[in-house]
């Protein structure tokens, strides 16, 4: 079966760093993306993984481990802005299924 | 470019009645289209994969007789929601996949927000 499990919150503090951790198990593997949605508003793209390793961009990076089946999104310097669901989501043979979602609360 | 947009933002309609979502990539053309649901502080959940020309393939347990889905063309789908009963109320999102063979990106619409009364 399908199955991707987030933390369901996070709290954080502004201008620090968060880690989001995804793990996974999917009949089939063609890539792991990371969303970002705003409260009302739908996902907006952040990343995409399909090889082993940490791709970086700019305040974000997400990482992936194919043998593990795990994924994580690391911010850093948050900010107020950051404040939002975080969805991780798998590609299988024909289509995307969204994990859990991890809703982070920044606090000044 | 790689936009998607979704007519109409809300609606609320009775219950009984029939609600129709259009989901349209408007610079790119896009034999996939994917139909979501997400209810308040949860995920999203896949309904359905749209497909140009073809019978919508439905995820297990959505009544495909229920949430009509139609593709009639390269840049537009479809989602009639039939029959709508209050548990319908939910957020509607389709997401597009990105042009290119090789894309791999989804853009998603703007979503739809359905409330039944």
């Known amino acids: 079966g399908q199955n991707i499990d987030q933390p369901t919150e996070m709290t954080a503090t502004e201008g620090a760093i968060v880690q989001i951790n995804c793990t996974y198990q999917t009949s089939g593997f063609n890539g792991l993306f990371w969303y970002q949605q705003h409260a009302g508003e739908a996902p907006t793209f952040l990343s995409y993984?399909?090889?082993?390793g940490l791709e970086e961009k700019g305040r974000f990076s997400s990482f992936l481990s194919r043998s593990k089946g795990y994924s994580y999104l690391l911010l850093k310097e948050l900010q107020m802005k950051d404040s939002a669901s975080y969805l991780c989501a798998v590609r299988d043979r024909r289509r995307v299924i969204f994990g859990t979602g991890t809703r982070l609360q920044v606090f000044p | 470019g790689a936009v998607v947009s979704q007519h109409p933002s809300r609606v609320i309609c009775k219950s009984g009645t029939s609600v129709k979502i259009e989901c349209r990539s408007l610079d790119f053309q896009a034999t996939t289209m994917f139909w979501y649901r997400q209810f308040p502080k949860q995920s999203l959940m896949l309904m359905a994969t749209s497909n140009e020309g073809s019978k919508a393939t439905y995820e297990q347990g959505v009544e495909k007789d229920k949430f009509l889905i139609n593709h009639a063309s390269l840049t537009l789908s479809t989602l009639t929601v039939t029959s709508a009963h209050p548990e319908d109320s939910s957020f509607y999102i389709c997401?597009?996949?990105?042009?290119?063979?090789?894309?791999?990106?989804?853009?998603f619409g703007p979503g739809t927000r359905l409330t039944v009364t």
């Open positions: 997401s597009a996949r990105g042009p290119g063979v090789s894309s791999y990106e989804q853009y």
């Open positions: 993984n399909v090889l082993d």
